[in-house]
Nanobody, 127 residues
Framework: QGQLVESGGGLVQPGGSLRLSCTASGFSLNYYAVGWFRQAPGKEREGVSCISSNDDTTYYANSVRGRFTISRDNAKNTVYLQMNSLKPEDTAIYFC????????????????????RGRGTQVSVSS
């Protein structure tokens, strides 16, 4: 039975950086699109950044483009989200999800029905 586990969240000051990790166990991420999503209280879920299953094409929400970078390490069965220049409005629970043979843009706009989904990690940006 496969699962995704996120790590790397925490409290950081505005302008700081964090790197989130999404590690799969029980299956290989090689043929899966992976997305990072966030959910803040009172706000809709947002697809933040996603990577395609076949050619690693990346997709970013306008709110994070130029500040966040998604990447994958197949050897470690892990997808990363490097978050720089963090702002208070980036505060949210971040979770990752994976779906078999899908583009990055497609998984980023998906609101549910993922093949796998992690439980999430809290990111708080505050001085």
């Amino acid at each position: 039975q496969g699962q995704l586990v996120e790590s790397g969240g925490g409290l950081v000051q505005p302008g700081g950086s964090l790197r989130l990790s999404c590690t799969a166990s029980g299956f290989s991420l090689n043929y899966y699109a992976v997305g990072w999503f966030r959910q803040a209280p009172g706000k809709e879920r947002e697809g933040v950044s996603c990577i395609s299953s076949n050619d690693d094409t990346t997709y970013y929400a306008n709110s994070v483009r130029g500040r966040f970078t998604i990447s994958r390490d197949n050897a470690k069965n892990t997808v990363y989200l490097q978050m720089n220049s963090l702002k208070p409005e980036d505060t949210a629970i971040y979770f990752c999800a994976a779906h078999f043979l899908m583009s990055g843009q497609a998984i980023c706009v998906r609101t549910g029905g993922y093949d796998y989904r992690g439980r999430g990690t809290q990111v708080s940006v505050s001085s």
